[in-house]
T-cell receptor, first 114, second 110 residues
Framework: GAGVSQTPSNKVTEKGKYVELRCDPISGHTALYWYRQSLGQGPEFLIYFQGTGAADDSGLPNDRFFAVRPEGSVSTLKIQRTERGDSAVYLC????????????FGPGTRLTVL | SQQGEEDPQALSIQEGENATMNCSYKTSINNLQWYRQNSGRGLVHLILIRSNEREKHSGRLRVTLDTSKKSSSLLITASRAADTASYFCALMDSSYKLIFGSGTRLLVRP
């Protein structure tokens, strides 16, 4: 079956602009996660959805970052007033129940802020 | 910090040799998972070991967990050039999110 998909695969924007990154999880997976990975580092947790609600958003770095999952499937990560330090690969993952499961990762969106 | 710390940061071995990567952590965990990443993009789950387990095998992979020492190791036996990748340990506590280490970059020379 289809895995986790993310669009766009690459996004180049200018400092101060607004961007949206999209994640389509595996069908039927109730849990969805966003991570951010900088060059040479491991992924860093941002936010976790269980269904439509954010169960844990403790990893969002500041109020410029926001994510939604209105129907409990597709999720959008929104970044306002982008800064050069936001440049990274943004990874999305889903899991069947969000409990003690492995997570299935998408290919990521590489965001470059000029 | 809960973050797993991996050792070594980089490892270069000859094809056919075994590769061992270690992960240490500081807090209680629900489980520990190992992931592989090629070319800095999508991660692939390799194996999950629960806090009440000591060892698990999957093909050429062997993972151990010592909760008293708060450490885990990943052994890849009979390595192949295709095993070249970055390997990450990831801790899961009661919050169900993964906390990743900084990874070990493995190079398997043909």
């Amino acid at each position: 079956g289809a895995g986790v998909s993310q669009t766009p695969s690459n996004k180049v924007t200018e400092k101060g602009k607004y961007v949206e990154l999209r994640c389509d999880p595996i069908s039927g997976h109730t849990a969805l996660y966003w991570y951010r990975q900088s060059l040479g580092q491991g992924p860093e947790f941002l936010i976790y959805f269980q269904g439509t609600g954010a169960a844990d958003d403790s990893g969002l770095p500041n109020d410029r970052f926001f994510a939604v999952r209105p129907e409990g499937s597709v999720s959008t990560l929104k970044i306002q007033r982008t800064e050069r330090g936001d440049s990274a690969v943004y990874l999305c993952a889903s899991s069947p129940s969000g409990r003690v499961d492995e997570q299935f990762f998408g290919p990521g969106t590489r965001l470059t802020v000029l | 910090s809960q973050q797993g710390e991996e050792d070594p940061q980089a490892l270069s071995i000859q094809e056919g040799e075994n590769a061992t990567m270690n992960c240490s952590y500081k807090t209680s965990i629900n489980n520990l998972q190992w992931y592989r990443q090629n070319s800095g993009r999508g991660l692939v789950h390799l194996i999950l070991i629960r806090s009440n387990e000591r060892e698990k095998h999957s093909g050429r992979l062997r993972v151990t967990l010592d909760t008293s020492k708060k450490s885990s190791s990943l052994l890849i036996t009979a390595s192949r050039a295709a095993d070249t990748a970055s390997y990450f340990c990831a801790l899961m506590d009661s919050s169900y999110k993964l906390i990743f280490g900084s990874g070990t970059r493995l190079l398997v020379r043909p």
